[in-house]
Structure formats: C-alpha cells, structure tokens
C-alpha cells in the first residue's frame, strides 16, 4: 500500500509542479512596463463609460439562453445518426450473416459476438427502425422549430425592433399617487 501511496503523492506534486512552473517562469521573464493605458480597464476592447455597476439588458441573456437552448437540442442529433445510420445498413438483403450478427449487436449495444444468426435483426426489421427513427426525428425537429418560431414571434431575436418599440412607447407620465397628496387637496379636487 505503501507503494499506491507514494505514486499518488508523486502524481499530486507534479500536478502541482506543472500549475505553479509557467507561473513562476512568466512572472521573473515578463517584462515589468506598467503605464497608464496597461492599467486602464475595459472590455473586450471596449473604453468603459460609467461605473460598472449597472444593469444589464436582459436581451444579452436571452440570447445567450436561446444559443445554449438550440446549440444543446442540435448535439441530440448525433445520436439518432449512429441508430439510423446501423439501421439503414442493416436493412441492406445482400448482408452476410456474420456482418448482419456484427451491425445487430452494435445497433443494439451488445458485446461483440452476443447476436447468433437467429437472432439477428432481418432487414424488414431494420427498416421499421429506420422509419421510426425518421419519424422521431421529424417529431423532434418539429418541436425545435415551434420552439424557435415561438422565440421569433415574441421578438427576442430582434434586436433592433425591441428599441424601435420602446421608444416608441408613450412616456410615462409623472403624476403624485392619491396617497403622497395631503387630505385637504384630494377634498378641495373632489368639490
């Protein structure tokens, strides 16, 4: 045991070397040049206006949201390929049994060489699985593309729009609430 315990103190200082070295090497070579415009802040390019304490417009993150949503949606996808893709080509008759036993425990997970030859999927039943997956697929896209013309009707992919509109916006207006007049004005008002 003691052997386990010095290979993973071993592998600990390393990583740790492997941290702490580029660190220490940059800071004693970098040259030490500080000036006015080095030391002024800004983002991603950008002079700063103002403090940094202010809102932000909930716009950035909705878009942000909307990408992360479809970006993930598209990546289920690749899965659905790798099951279409086994069973389109098990739906090929001119397969050998060994191949078709060899795709079948693929396309169904399986350790290799668990599928016999009575066992494996006929071309028939391959091609059910691939019109199912089409359909499912047509069913999922369906959704996504609800999703998507949902996110476009509401405006929340236009950007210019939602500032026309607020501008366009009556101007509030600015009158006391009833509770800040004083008594004698709201009596005076209502004669």
Same mark, same amino acid.
């Given at each position: 045991?003691?052997?386990?315990?010095?290979?993973?103190?071993?592998?600990?200082?390393?990583?740790?070397?492997?941290?702490?070295?580029?660190?220490?090497?940059?800071?004693?070579?970098?040259?030490?040049?500080?000036?006015?415009?080095?030391?002024?802040?800004?983002?991603?390019?950008?002079?700063?206006?103002?403090?940094?304490?202010?809102?932000?417009?909930?716009?950035?993150?909705?878009?942000?949201?909307?990408?992360?949503?479809?970006?993930?949606?598209?990546?289920?996808?690749?899965?659905?390929?790798?099951?279409?893709? =086994?069973?389109?080509?098990?739906?090929?008759?001119?397969?050998?049994?060994?191949?078709?036993?060899?795709?079948?425990?693929?396309?169904?997970?399986?350790?290799?060489?668990?599928?016999?030859?009575?066992?494996?999927?006929?071309?028939?039943?391959?091609?059910?699985?691939? =019109?199912?997956?089409?359909?499912?697929?047509?069913?999922?896209? =369906?959704?996504?593309?609800?999703?998507?013309?949902?996110?476009?009707?509401?405006?929340?992919?236009?950007?210019?729009?939602?500032?026309?509109?607020?501008?366009?916006?009556?101007?509030?207006?600015?009158?006391?609430?009833?509770?800040?007049?004083?008594?004698?004005?709201?009596?005076?008002?209502?004669?």
């Amino acid at each position: 045991m003691v052997d386990l315990n010095l290979h993973l103190l071993l592998f600990a200082a390393g990583g740790v070397f492997l941290l702490l070295a580029p660190l220490l090497i940059g800071r004693f070579l970098r040259p030490k040049l500080p000036s006015a415009e080095k030391d002024a802040i800004y983002e991603c390019g950008e002079p700063t206006i103002g403090s940094s304490y202010i809102q932000f417009d909930l716009r950035f993150y909705v878009v942000a949201l909307l990408f992360i949503i479809f970006d993930v949606e598209i990546a289920f996808f690749f899965p659905w390929a790798m099951v279409f893709g =086994g069973a389109r080509q098990l739906a090929d008759p001119r397969l050998t049994e060994s191949t078709r036993s060899a795709l079948t425990d693929r396309l169904l997970d399986l350790p290799a060489g668990t599928t016999t030859r009575e066992t494996a999927l006929a071309s028939a039943d391959a091609m059910r699985i691939a =019109g199912l997956g089409v359909a499912d697929i047509l069913v999922f896209f =369906g959704v996504l593309l609800v999703g998507f013309a949902y996110v476009w009707k509401r405006g929340d992919l236009d950007w210019v729009r939602a500032m026309i509109a607020q501008a366009r916006a009556p101007a509030p207006s600015f009158r006391t609430p009833p509770e800040r007049i004083a008594p004698t004005e709201l009596e005076a008002a209502s004669h």
